[in-house]
């Protein structure tokens, strides 16, 4: 069993406004909202994953949402899967064999695309989660949006942005961390000025460090991470700014949890909780991840109506995977183990994106313009070695054993193939401001992307020692938006996608990709965003429906074949909204519905295909929520709770198997003791809940038990 630690008061992320003790305190006759606590309802402030003009998400026809940096660290969010799973509609779980999954709007995996300030890595396993330190804000389109950010993104984009050097003369900020399973945290910022004055400084630096250590609440389960973030911002001329930025990032796993098996016989999938910490993998399994970014990142404003700016990029990382996967009751109880997996990536990716922005008239009327090119090439080599090995032991008394004893895997790494795929995409998009009332938002991009994939094991007719495939997509966006007050308004909306075959080229294998074309989907959305009591409150409503068609299915007479009939519909509602209730109480929840179905889907189960018409996919929760109240007693004590609802899952096509419902509710307390230093603690899971983060085939990957925290902040 898990080596039992006494509750120790872990360390939580929390925000303050540190200028001085009035940061969260509020005028008996009026309330100001934006002073009583961090919201992740914000209207209008600009996004940029919702368009590449810089709108609002008021001026965006299109349900976005942005989680910055005060609302990060109010939350108390530890990494990136923490802020995406506190927004709108998001559940998202991060075990190593699906890197960063998320499911939203009905779709998971590639359909939802992750992006790393704007750049499209196009490949879920790279998108595992990052230390919330380093990072400035994330934010969310949902719905296709590949006239955006590429082909993909059927189902939505996340982007997540990292901390860049500011004008800010100095800042220096930390936080120390230490609680339940020896989960631990030193970070550090420092933002400085390379001059002795504001007006002599015309270069700033940024540094920010995290080192992060958990035992884990799984047994001989141990990670450890590490970020690094450097970011040089130079005026070179009143209108030509440069900044560098250099990320580094790593993780590392000794005996990663692959969940546990479940009890046989039942649809409702059920754990024994006697054994609810066991970790089945082997002793020396493995997940390590180091990743190494270098962006250079130009801006020159032409005129006050023109400017330019260019990102040129690199990403180089490597992954690697030592693991025993699957695990299963036998029918004498004993815990049958199997699926040795070998594993490395070795991934590059190098591109450059220029984007000009442009505001004029068009006959009398207002109108803004961006428009670019894109491209990016993705080089990646794969070493994979699968075993059909498998061992039966007793779940009370068993001794993991050693990755290096298993044959056919303990040969070392063999590099099988080698993939490039370039992409050129020319962009354009324009807001029109048709009345003082009413703006048309438009949006359109076209992408070429080639594929080139060299095989170095055995060679096939399904696995030929080289192939190439190229593909070219259009997609894009119309929109109107309509301003019903000044604090009110509606959209609409129509959007189109491209998405690749097998989700993702930087793996797939030639039967993957055959000669099959790219899917399309589409998606109607119609919406309201507004304010209300006087700025007291502000709400969202979206309601949508996606249809993703023409991905790859068995075909329905012959289970050997794969043929491009699949369809997938999604319709649903989002709502999200923020409340000052008193002037000391906030309250703001969120709340997503999705009716996710096949419309046309053929797998093969035992030899046969079988159709999945009317199914609901795997990992889709039709209901997920999110509540929080915040409370603050004066200017140096505030507290609050929150609670997370997530709906019930199918782990199989089918839908045979379902992993039950769940609740999640945490509470935290902070203290300001001064100007410059403020203490949290906060417990996660207050009620100790038994749940599946994720499930698949017979396992369960449960989330974390009841975790208690201590964090110290301070700010200078």
Same mark, same amino acid.
């Given at each position: $069993?898990?080596?039992?630690?006494?509750?120790?008061?872990?360390?939580?992320?929390?925000?303050?406004?540190?200028?001085?003790?009035?940061?969260?305190?509020?005028?008996?006759?009026?309330?100001?909202?934006?002073?009583?606590?961090?919201?992740?309802?914000?209207?209008?402030?600009?996004?940029?994953?919702?368009?590449?003009?810089?709108?609002?998400?008021?001026?965006?026809?299109?349900?976005?949402?942005?989680?910055?940096?005060?609302?990060?660290?109010?939350?108390?969010?530890?990494?990136?899967?923490?802020?995406?799973?506190? $927004? %709108?509609?998001?559940?998202?779980?991060? *075990?190593?064999?699906?890197?960063?999954?998320?499911?939203?709007?009905?779709?998971?995996?590639?359909?939802?695309?992750?992006?790393?300030?704007?750049?499209?890595?196009?490949?879920?396993?790279?998108?595992?989660?990052?230390?919330? !330190?380093?990072?400035?804000?994330?934010?969310?389109?949902?719905?296709?949006?590949?006239?955006?950010?590429?082909?993909?993104?059927?189902?939505?984009?996340?982007?997540?942005?990292?901390?860049?050097?500011?004008?800010?003369?100095?800042?220096?900020?930390?936080?120390?961390?230490?609680?339940?399973?020896?989960?631990?945290?030193?970070?550090?910022?420092?933002?400085?000025?390379?001059?002795?004055?504001?007006?002599?400084?015309?270069?700033?630096?940024?540094?920010?460090?995290?080192?992060?250590?958990?035992?884990?609440?799984?047994?001989?389960?141990?990670?450890?991470?590490?970020?690094?973030?450097?970011?040089?911002?130079?005026?070179?001329?009143?209108?030509?700014?440069?900044?560098?930025?250099?990320?580094?990032?790593?993780?590392?796993?000794?005996?990663?949890?692959?969940?546990?098996?479940?009890?046989?016989?039942?649809?409702? $999938?059920?754990?024994?909780?006697?054994?609810?910490?066991? *970790?089945? *993998?082997?002793?020396?399994?493995?997940?390590?991840?180091?990743?190494? !970014?270098? =962006?250079?990142?130009?801006?020159?404003?032409?005129?006050?109506?023109?400017?330019?700016?260019?990102?040129?990029?690199?990403?180089?990382?490597?992954?690697?995977?030592?693991?025993?996967?699957?695990?299963?009751?036998?029918?004498?109880?004993?815990?049958?183990?199997?699926?040795?997996?070998?594993? =490395?990536?070795?991934?590059?990716?190098?591109?450059?994106?220029?984007?000009?922005?442009?505001?004029?008239?068009?006959?009398?009327?207002?109108?803004?313009?961006?428009?670019?090119?894109?491209?990016?090439?993705?080089?990646?080599?794969?070493?994979?070695?699968?075993?059909?090995?498998?061992?039966?032991?007793?779940?009370?008394?068993?001794?993991?054993?050693?990755?290096?004893?298993?044959?056919?895997?303990?040969?070392?790494?063999?590099?099988?193939?080698?993939?490039?795929?370039?992409? =050129?995409?020319?962009?354009?998009?324009?807001?029109?401001?048709?009345?003082?009332?009413?703006?048309?938002?438009?949006?359109?991009?076209?992408?070429?992307?080639?594929?080139?994939?060299?095989?170095?094991?055995?060679?096939?007719?399904?696995?030929?020692?080289?192939?190439?495939?190229?593909?070219?997509?259009?997609?894009?966006?119309?929109?109107?938006?309509?301003?019903?007050?000044?604090?009110?308004?509606?959209?609409?909306?129509?959007?189109?996608?491209?998405?690749?075959?097998?989700?993702?080229?930087?793996?797939? %294998?030639?039967?993957?990709?055959?000669?099959?074309?790219?899917?399309?989907?589409?998606? !109607?959305?119609?919406?309201?965003?507004?304010?209300?009591?006087?700025?007291?409150?502000?709400?969202?409503?979206?309601?949508?429906?996606?249809? =993703?068609?023409?991905?790859?299915?068995?075909?329905?007479?012959?289970?050997?074949?794969?043929?491009?009939?699949?369809?997938?519909?999604?319709?649903?509602?989002?709502?999200?909204?923020?409340?000052?209730?008193?002037?000391?109480?906030?309250?703001?929840? *969120?709340?997503?519905?999705?009716?996710?179905?096949?419309?046309?889907?053929?797998?093969?189960?035992?030899?046969?295909?079988?159709?999945?018409?009317?199914?609901?996919?795997?990992?889709?929760?039709?209901?997920?929520?999110?509540?929080?109240?915040?409370?603050?007693?004066?200017?140096? !004590?505030?507290?609050?709770?929150?609670?997370?609802?997530?709906?019930?899952?199918?782990?199989?096509?089918?839908?045979?198997?379902?992993?039950?419902?769940?609740?999640?509710?945490?509470?935290?307390?902070?203290?300001?003791?001064?100007?410059?230093?403020?203490?949290?603690?906060?417990?996660?899971?207050?009620?100790?809940?038994?749940?599946?983060?994720?499930?698949?085939?017979?396992?369960?990957?449960?989330?974390?038990?009841?975790?208690?925290?201590?964090? $110290?902040?301070?700010?200078?």
């Amino acid at each position: $069993m898990i080596r039992q630690t006494s509750l120790v008061l872990l360390a939580s992320t929390c925000s303050i406004a540190w200028a001085d003790h009035s940061a969260i305190e509020l005028s008996a006759t009026s309330i100001d909202a934006s002073r009583a606590a961090p919201s992740g309802v914000q209207l209008d402030e600009p996004i940029r994953t919702g368009s590449k003009l810089g709108l609002t998400a008021r001026q965006t026809p299109a349900s976005v949402s942005v989680s910055d940096r005060s609302v990060i660290e109010q939350r108390g969010a530890k990494d990136t899967q923490d802020v995406i799973n506190a $927004m %709108t509609g998001v559940n998202a779980s991060a *075990n190593p064999g699906y890197g960063g999954f998320v499911s939203y709007r009905g779709f998971t995996q590639n359909q939802v695309t992750q992006l790393f300030n704007g750049i499209n890595l196009g490949y879920s396993s790279a998108t595992r989660p990052v230390d919330a !330190w380093v990072i400035d804000r994330v934010e969310l389109i949902g719905g296709p949006s590949s006239f955006l950010h590429g082909a993909g993104a059927v189902g939505g984009s996340i982007n997540y942005i990292s901390k860049l050097a500011s004008r800010d003369q100095q800042t220096i900020d930390g936080r120390l961390r230490y609680g339940s399973f020896d989960d631990s945290e030193i970070a550090f910022g420092i933002n400085q000025a390379l001059a002795s004055s504001p007006a002599e400084a015309h270069h700033f630096v940024r540094l920010d460090f995290s080192r992060g250590h958990s035992n884990g609440y799984i047994d001989r389960n141990e990670r450890d991470t590490d970020s690094l973030a450097l970011s040089l911002l130079s005026e070179l001329t009143p209108d030509l700014t440069h900044t560098l930025a250099i990320e580094y990032q790593q993780d590392k796993e000794v005996s990663p949890y692959w969940g546990a098996p479940i009890l046989p016989g039942r649809s409702t $999938m059920k754990i024994d909780n006697g054994r609810r910490f066991e *970790n089945y *993998n082997v002793a020396d399994g493995r997940y390590e991840q180091r990743v190494r !970014w270098l =962006r250079s990142m130009l801006d020159y404003q032409i005129s006050d109506a023109t400017s330019v700016h260019n990102t040129l990029y690199h990403y180089d990382a490597q992954r690697d995977y030592r693991n025993l996967e699957r695990y299963s009751y036998n029918a004498a109880s004993n815990v049958q183990r199997g699926s040795p997996y070998l594993q =490395r990536h070795e991934q590059t990716v190098l591109g450059d994106r220029i984007e000009l922005r442009h505001a004029n008239t068009l006959h009398g009327l207002s109108s803004q313009w961006a428009m670019g090119v894109d491209y990016s090439r993705m080089r990646q080599d794969l070493y994979p070695t699968a075993g059909s090995w498998s061992d039966v032991v007793d779940p009370d008394h068993f001794d993991p054993g050693s990755f290096g004893d298993i044959p056919g895997v303990n040969t070392g790494l063999t590099r099988q193939r080698h993939h490039q795929i370039d992409n =050129r995409a020319v962009f354009a998009e324009n807001r029109l401001q048709l009345t003082d009332r009413l703006a048309l938002l438009t949006g359109l991009r076209y992408d070429y992307l080639e594929m080139q994939v060299d095989n170095y094991g055995t060679v096939s007719p399904t696995s030929p020692a080289y192939f190439e495939r190229r593909w070219e997509s259009l997609s894009g966006r119309v929109g109107l938006t309509y301003e019903l007050t000044p604090s009110a308004s509606v959209y609409l909306q129509y959007s189109t996608a491209a998405d690749l075959p097998a989700g993702s080229l930087a793996a797939a %294998t030639y039967s993957n990709v055959g000669l099959f074309d790219l899917s399309k989907g589409e998606q !109607w959305e119609a919406g309201s965003k507004f304010d209300f009591l006087e700025g007291r409150g502000a709400a969202t409503i979206a309601l949508y429906q996606i249809v =993703r068609k023409d991905f790859t299915v068995r075909d329905s007479s012959n289970p050997n074949l794969t043929v491009q009939a699949g369809q997938q519909t999604s319709r649903g509602i989002e709502l999200a909204g923020r409340f000052q209730v008193t002037p000391t109480l906030l309250a703001e929840a *969120n709340y997503a519905y999705v009716d996710a179905q096949y419309d046309e889907f053929n797998e093969a189960a035992n030899g046969i295909s079988v159709s999945r018409k009317g199914n609901a996919p795997v990992n889709v929760p039709a209901n997920v929520g999110n509540l929080w109240l915040t409370y603050s007693f004066d200017t140096a !004590w505030s507290m609050g709770v929150d609670g997370r609802y997530v709906g019930s899952v199918y782990a199989d096509n089918a839908n045979t198997l379902k992993a039950p419902a769940y609740t999640l509710f945490g509470a935290f307390a902070r203290y300001q003791v001064d100007r410059n230093t403020a203490l949290t603690a906060r417990v996660r899971n207050l009620t100790d809940e038994v749940y599946a983060k994720q499930a698949y085939g017979l396992q369960y990957y449960m989330g974390a038990p009841r975790a208690l925290e201590l964090a $110290m902040d301070v700010r200078f």
